[in-house]
């Protein structure tokens, strides 16, 4: 990103710690964590967003579904006013935490601060939900696309 | 202090994300969907005043209207759907635009009789259970793949076939006036060929799913949960030997992608678990070869899932080796839901999706 005459360079980044340094869970239990926003100075943020869902990698398009979604837009809670934050949400009974050959799910925690006049910033942080072995090929499809 | 950043000519993929920006990009959708809708506003304005200054207008018939404003309405359609798409989208991230197409399926009946929202992304499995079995509690529905290969078969040998006679009358007509068209001719031979070609896969396709009879499956609960125990039978139709019928339970994965202007769909077989399996079974005519037998969800089984683009699902396969036909699988998709974790608590809310603030 190109800069104009006197922005400073940001190097903007997410700390967060969930209440379980595993970061496992098991479908339907409450997900805790807390996060601290560094590296933004004093450039102003005005808003964030703060989700939790899952989404798809592997071979197909990458679809997503959303658990938790939460949107701050009042200056007293945003940095750098206030830095950190925190939030919780209860998981639903699926999808788990996936980690197959061609299809893959993954749940994550992404916090993105919106900057005035700056490129928006997303911070992920992946967690799993449920606790399945990976998935082995058996076979070949009889019609391997290329 | 607002940033401002001309576009790139050339640009970087790194995996699914490029370097380009993508307020540029926004723009750029825009001004194309931007343009087809003035495209057919004005084609519209156009067409609708020359049919009006028409001196026969009163006699124009409606057919003749729907056709003259197919161009303008589909411009119109799809420039303004793309600017409506567009502009519900504009400022928003990822997790925001996802957020928004939620609330209307938390607004939506279930129809499922219990909340819509109890197990997101499995699969529905009313389409399983609405078939009551005969000797246990339900009858699976055969997955379509079979059939659907006939059909396709079948529709491509009466198109084809289609033209190759209307080719052939073209043809008779020339001959019958003494005049040959030997370019016409010359076509109609390849054309012809291929007509019986796809006459012949019919048949056999045909054939080869009526000849063996059909197969039954019925198993005693559905859906199933990783870790249990469920009892089916199986029925196969047919007169004569068979040299091996087998029963498994499979997972197979399915991705959907693009590649280019294809969408493409691979599916890959990542667990079979074998049930059963039985040799040289003669079926005497009027009778049908039945086995019961049961098998169990691995426990640490991952459940049925769908969602746009991808696929993991779970399926009862029977695998049919007739001794004198050519052998064939069967699949009979079914559900697992999640494993039990701990107390329900089901009826609690789920997360939820808020604004905090004044909003933008």
Known sequence: MSRTAGQERLEP?????????SR???????????????GTGDAQVRMIERSALWYTEGKGEEDLGICFFERITDAEHLPPTQRQGEFAFRLPASPMTYEGTIVKIRWCVRVRLFFKGRRDFVSEHVFDVGELPPAMPLRQPPTAPR | MVTFRLPRLFEKKRGSRRTGSQAWG??????????????????TVILGRRILEAPGFASISLWTWLLTLLLPGALLSIGGSGLARLLTGWGRS??????????????????????????????????????????????????SAESWSVFGFGLFAVLWNAVVILLAVAAGVDFVGGQTDWLLLAILVPFVAIGIGGVVVFVRALVLQNAVG??????????????????????????????????SLELEELATFRQGTDTRT???????????????ITIAPGHRFEERASFEVPAEAMHSFASLHNAVTWRIAVRVEPAKWPKFTRHFPIVVLPQRTGPTLLNTPPAGIATVGSGR
């Open chain 1, 13 to 21: 980044r997410v700390v967060v710690n969930f209440d379980r340094p």
């Open chain 1, 24 to 38: 496992r869970y098991d479908p339907q239990e409450t997900v805790r964590l807390q996060y601290h926003v560094a």
């Open chain 2, 26 to 43: 926004q723009f750029g959708e825009a001004c194309f969907y931007g343009s087809l809708l003035v495209a057919g506003v004005v084609f």
């Open chain 2, 94 to 143: 990822e997790e925001g635009m996802a957020a928004l197409r939620r609330f209307p399926e938390m607004f939506q009946p279930s129809g499922r009789g219990f909340d819509a929202n109890e197990f997101p992304s499995v699969p529905p499995w009313e389409n399983f259970n609405n078939s009551p079995g005969t000797m246990l509690r339900y009858r699976l529905p055969l997955e």
């Open chain 2, 214 to 247: 059909p197969t039954l499956i019925e198993i005693a609960d559905h859906p199933l949960r990783p870790g249990d125990r469920c009892d089916v039978i199986i029925g196969q139709g047919g007169i004569g030997m068979f040299r091996q019928i087998s029963l």
């Open chain 2, 266 to 280: 691979e599916r890959r077989v990542v667990r079979e678990e074998p049930v059963a399996e039985w040799r040289a």
